[in-house]
């Protein structure tokens, strides 16, 4: 569709080639524009939680290095590591089509994370019974939410892996599910990537033992 | 676990009882009466004439950007009365509560206002003004002009942009029906600590206030990640970023503060939650809580949102001193350094709001010296303003005269935000009118802005223009309700005035008020001037050209006006950074595309508007600690948002055949249009 300038040179005016977007990259460059807001959630909890990590604001309650395991942190981390590598290998059978080693890797995800749960919930409840639930100081209210703003992050992911289990079935590997799981896939690796920053925050610099 | 309330609770109805409706507040029933009618009369007509079937499938369902827009503008222009009537409330109470014998009425001491509903009338003024007026009216004027700036068919995730306008909605909704359903916060638009907290505050007023805000702010949330990804993936072939039109860019900016500084709001406001609710002790005065750290976190998303509403006025006055200016905007590039300068700058400025709090001479300093950097990205984009009207052609019609004033504005609001700056007067004038005045300069000009926006845009949305003459009646007596109602504040707060007072001691303030009370007087005026201009104007109908004001330059003119819905029947190619005026110079504004292909579009939904409302539900069940059903609600978004995953919606396909046959349509009636055109005052063709 070449027109002309009054000076005579031939111009492309219209452009019919350009509705053709790339959906999934739209889709997860979205997605990844939430994860930053998201991650400034986070931000903004870790900062209180530099705020209020001191004695004063313990109220005559324990602080973290009182009561936090570094071994036991550790284990965790791995169980997430682990976590997010199996969902990883879920991405490379992706790429070869393959719905049995997807899913297949997204079941040992989930695997992991409930157990990843499990002990930071058992955690949390063993404090809560020796009196030192979240009502107990403005430090504990801010460690509680710390934990459980990322716990509620991974049950979300649970949740979004079981309904992408059922998608796979259904539909296979079509635009809109390949888009979801490579979304899931970042939503995975920053829930991982923000139990790091907690477990060296909080575990290793607050002085676990 | 759960905080224990006082009052009454019951597991079906929470702590809602008849004791919450205000029935012996005759204001209320008044207000209450009046919304009534007025609802009614909106419904009924709806009824009388049929079109329940069309708002919901053309409007609630839209997923159409300009709608979606429109929508906004509307909640926002509805909003700015309910924070009208609120400043007027305000100002009155004060003009009749002046020294220890002045009347008293209604059972208020002085004044008609106890304090009680004093408190929450200026608190809700200013949440609805920033969060319920000026932001929607700003994201409702984005979501109409970036994608068609952009040359893109709507923005780059529809459904998301219609969900993000029903939160706002919800939030809204939240505002609203805490006037007649229990109270408002009493804490502020800031939410003062640790007075919000249970102890001292343990009604629902700052509930109402926590979710309006949180809610809503979601919305806003989601919204910047659309414009971002709008901007960046969607535009046409051939723009590059330095051919990006100078309000999308400033969006852009905008977004990019939406997308970072909210997030802040949500943590802090659901700590306040956790606080209210459950228990914890984030701000509490006891207990290991430190309320300090709530005045940061909100001012660290304060500040931020203060640019975050101001950056996209100052696109928009850039566009329209342009194009009545005839010429090109002076300094592009700086204008889009000065709006991320800001943007970015605006993050570390934050403590200036509370200089008097103690926090040690270092900080001070910092905060102080941050704070007045701000103001040369500001001068910058001034300077360019009055360069592009420096020996340009221009024509003041009315857009023109309302970006001229946000100029004058900003100077002002910009000097005495530089007084501020200096943390020694400030000391002085902290928590005074005068930094009311300071702030509502500055939110004049985004007034300003918005309001020469709706005049220039109109057109290309509703194909025809807004009445001129009503026009500039509504912007003159504007302007001089302005003056009168905020010049005399600056020399009030001078004076020793103190904000946020029902009763003032000073008589010596009594001329000061006056005038304040007349300017508010005048605003009743230019209102009823606004309504003239929206009623004359539907009335006469005169349409409007593809390019209505003669010398508009970018993309969004070259579409024709109404802008049908899929906005350019073929996506332009862009050769320069204003495309209409390097066509025009080219002599190609005329052209059409000789060929027509398919066009996907995405199919309308109501499941935006459900999520919406249910998110409305769920707030509210939470304000009144009615547990099954703020669980029952929640329950039912996620089931929704998971259900509507398993829908493939692919959208549908405009054939070429049907394309071609409504850009025939389209073409016929701008012709039309462009022959009973009228020439806009001033003259735009030259004499021979
Ligand atoms: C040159 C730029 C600006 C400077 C130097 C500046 C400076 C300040 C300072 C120092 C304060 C604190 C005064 C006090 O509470 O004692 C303040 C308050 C305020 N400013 Fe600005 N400001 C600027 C621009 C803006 C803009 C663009 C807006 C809004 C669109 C704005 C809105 C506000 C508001 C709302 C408050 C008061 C908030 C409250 O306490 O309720 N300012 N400004
Ligand atoms: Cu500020």
């Known amino acids: ?199 060296i925050y909080v575990y290793l610099f607050g002085g676990a033992h | 676990m759960q905080v224990a309330v006082d009052g009454p609770w019951t597991p079906l109805l929470g702590r809602l009882s008849l004791e919450a409706i205000p029935y012996t507040n005759p204001i209320l029933i008044f207000t209450f009466a009046i919304a009534a009618i007025v609802g009614l009369v909106v419904v009924g007509s709806v009824l009388y004439f049929k079109k329940v079937g069309y708002i919901w499938r053309e409007w609630l369902c839209s997923v159409d950007h300009k709608r979606i827009g429109v929508m906004y503008i509307i909640l926002g222009l509805v909003m700015l009365f309910r924070g009208f009537i609120d400043g007027v409330m305000i100002r009155t109470q004060q003009a009749i509560a002046i020294g220890p014998n002045s009347p008293g009425y209604l059972g208020a001491a002085h004044g008609y206002l106890p304090p009680y509903h004093f408190d929450q009338i200026y608190s809700a003024h200013g949440t609805i003004m920033l969060i319920f007026a000026a932001t929607p009216l700003l994201t409702g004027l984005g979501n109409v002009i970036v994608p068609l700036q952009v040359g893109a068919r709507d923005m780059a995730f529809p459904y998301l942009n219609a969900v993000s306008l029903w939160l706002t909605v919800a939030g809204a909704l939240l505002c609203m029906i805490s006037l007649f359903v229990g109270e408002f916060s009493n804490a502020t638009w800031v939410g003062l600590m640790p007075f919000a907290e249970m102890s001292s505050n343990p009604g629902v007023g700052v509930d109402y206030w926590m979710w309006a805000l949180q809610v809503s702010s979601l919305g806003t949330t989601f919204n910047s990640i659309n414009m971002i990804a709008t901007i960046v993936k969607m535009r046409a072939p051939g723009m590059g970023w330095f051919r990006v039109p100078v309000f999308t860019w400033a969006t852009m900016a905008t977004a990019i503060i939406g997308l970072t500084a909210f997030p802040v709001l949500t943590a802090a406001l659901c700590m306040l939650g956790l606080d209210r609710y459950v228990g914890t002790h984030f701000f509490t005065a006891g207990m290991g809580g430190n ?71 270092n900080l001070i300093g910092f905060f102080s010296a941050a704070t007045m950097i701000v103001g040369i990205p500001t001068g910058v984009k001034a300077f360019n303003w009055i360069f592009t009207m420096y020996r340009g052609r221009i024509t003041l019609a009315t857009p023109m005269l309302w970006a001229i004033t946000a100029i004058v504005l900003l100077l002002l609001g910009g000097i005495t935000g530089m007084m501020l700056s200096a943390s020694v007067v400030d000391y002085t004038v902290h928590d005074s009118v005068f930094v009311v005045a300071h ?135 862009v050769h320069a950074l204003d495309e209409l005026a ?51 609600s929640l329950l039912a978004v996620i089931l929704l948002v998971i259900i509507r995953s398993f829908d493939k919606n692919e959208g549908y396909v405009l054939s070429a055949d049907t394309i071609a046959e409504m850009e025939r349509k389209l073409h016929t009636v701008s012709l039309i249009a462009e022959q009973s055109k009228v020439l806009p005052v001033g003259g735009q063709v030259e004499a021979h």
Not at chain 1, 138 to 156: E, N, P, Q, R, W
Not at chain 2, 337 to 351: P, R
């Open chain 1, 1 to 199: 569709m070449a027109s002309h300038t009054q000076a005579g040179a031939d111009v492309v005016l219209w452009n019919a080639s350009a509705d053709a977007h790339d959906n999934i990259s739209a889709r997860t460059y979205g997605f990844w524009l939430y994860l930053l807001s998201d991650a400034l959630i986070i931000a903004a909890v870790v900062a209180c939680y530099a705020v209020l990590d001191n004695p004063l604001n313990a109220a005559g309650g324990p602080l973290g290095n009182q009561f936090l395991s570094a071994s036991k942190g550790l284990v965790q981390t791995f169980l997430v590591l682990g976590s997010v590598l199996s969902y990883s290998l879920a991405t490379v059978a992706l790429k070869r089509g393959n719905k049995l080693g997807v899913g297949l890797g997204m079941v040992g995800a989930i695997l992991l994370a409930v157990l990843f749960l499990g002990i930071g919930m058992g955690d949390l409840a063993a404090l809560s019974a020796a009196g030192n639930g979240f009502a107990r100081s403005g430090y504990l209210s801010c460690f509680f939410t710390l934990i459980v703003t990322h716990a509620l992050h991974m049950g979300f992911g649970i949740l979004w892996m079981l309904v992408m289990l059922v998608q796979i079935g259904v539909f296979g590997f079509t635009e809109n599910v390949v888009a979801r799981l490579l979304n899931l896939r970042m939503f995975w690796q920053f829930q991982a990537s923000v139990w790091v920053v907690v477990y």
């Open chain 2, 291 to 361: 309320y300090m750290l709530y005045i940061n976190l909100f001012w660290t998303w304060g500040h931020p949102e203060v640019y975050f509403l101001m950056l996209p006025a100052f696109g928009l006055i850039s566009e329209i001193v342009s194009t009545f200016s005839s010429k090109a905007l002076f300094g592009y590039p700086t204008m889009i350094a000065a709006s991320l300068g800001i943007a970015g700058v605006g993050w570390v400025v934050w403590a200036h709001h509370f200089f008097t709090m103690g926090m040690g001479p």
């Open chain 2, 439 to 573: 702030f509502h300069c500055m939110v004049l000009v985004i007034g300003a802005g918005i309001f020469a926006a709706v005049t220039y845009w109109w057109p290309k949305v509703f194909g025809f223009k807004l009445n001129e003459t009503l026009g500039q009646w509504f912007f003159w007596t504007f302007v001089l309700a302005s003056v009168l109602v905020f010049i005399p504040m600056f020399q009030a707060g001078l004076d020793g005035e103190t904000r946020r007072l029902d009763y003032l001691f000073d008589t010596s303030l009594r001329p000061l008020m006056l005038a304040e009370v007349t300017g508010m007087g005048m605003y009743f005026v230019s209102l009823f001037c606004f309504l003239a201009m929206l009623v004359v104007s539907l009335v006469k109908r005169e349409p409007a050209g593809q390019d209505p004001w003669g010398t508009a330059r970018s993309l969004e003119w070259l579409t024709h006006t109404p802008v049908p819905f899929y906005n350019f029947a073929v996506t332009p190619q």
């Open chain 2, 582 to 632: 390097w066509r025009r110079a080219n002599g190609l504004e005329k052209a059409q595309p000789e060929r027509y292909v398919p066009i996907h579009m995405p199919s309308s939904s109501g499941l935006p508007f459900i999520i919406g409302m249910l998110s409305f539900v769920c707030t509210f069940a939470l304000v009144w600690r009615i547990w099954w059903l703020a669980g029952a």
